[in-house]
């Protein structure tokens, strides 16, 4: 079954980012089960991770519909969650982290490591189910550190916005090489960032993190346009 979840809720992914499924179609239930071949319930599901990552939103009535967003308004997000992190990075540096805090994001960096070796041995294809909730573990982790609820609560009405949050990566395969670039990257910086959290570093913790989103931003912008260009 979490196969089937996974290849669902990637294609159904591919299908909005790509334009193939336009802003305001409904997603309806029966009919998509019976394009992918699966049942109703990794239907379901998938549709409940898509309107988690701001794809789409929840109809009044029932079911859901995909959401107006522009690339824009993705990027300009991003921009402003890179901020937020990273005074939260900056903040959770100068008060010093706990040892729960620190196990908790190296586990994170362990996890993405073993992630990539594993991609890396399989055509560069990387494990988006377990990548995408690992960094959100780490960008959380992250932000609990600061102890700073207003900071908190800034961050996640950005994160509301669609691909904007630390566990809406637009991963899904189509581009093998040019995601595991980003991904590798990524790791880089989540393990440059846990230094400069030991070691004190605040305001080189806060750059690091704002340098990571711009990153991010520049990438989901360059994967939703090559998205777009490829055949249906």
């Known amino acids: 079954m979490s196969s089937q979840i996974d290849y669902t809720t990637q294609e159904l992914r591919r299908r909005i980012l790509s334009g193939q499924v336009a802003p305001g179609e409904r997603m309806v239930e029966l009919e998509l089960s ?6 109703r319930t990794p239907i379901r599901i998938a549709l409940g991770e898509l309107e988690k990552e701001g794809l789409l939103e929840r109809l009044p009535t029932r079911g859901f519909r995909v959401r107006q967003f522009s690339v824009d308004e993705i990027t300009n997000a991003v921009d402003v969650r890179g901020v937020l992190e990273g005074m939260a990075a900056r903040q959770a540096a100068e008060r010093g982290i706990t040892p729960e805090t620190r196990a908790e994001l190296q586990a994170c960096i362990d996890e993405g490591r073993l992630l990539l070796d594993k991609a890396q041995a399989s055509d560069h294809v990387l494990d988006a189910a377990r990548w995408v909730p690992m960094n959100a573990r780490f960008h959380d982790a992250l932000v609990q550190a600061a102890g700073n609820s207003t900071l908190a609560s800034a961050l996640a009405h950005v ?18 090489m040019l995601e595991f670039g980003f991904i590798q990257r990524a790791q880089s910086d989540h393990e440059d960032v846990l230094a400069a959290l030991l070691a004190g570093e605040g305001a ?3 750059a690091l993190m704002r340098e990571h989103a711009h990153r991010s931003r520049d990438n989901k912008r360059e994967l939703i346009t090559r998205m777009q260009k490829l055949p249906a």
Do not use: C, D, I
């Open 34 to 39: 019976a394009q992918l071949a699966v049942s």
């Open 159 to 176: 994160s509301k916005t669609p691909m904007a949050g630390a566990g809406a990566l637009s991963l899904n395969g189509a581009l093998p």
């Open 204 to 206: 080189r913790a806060e």
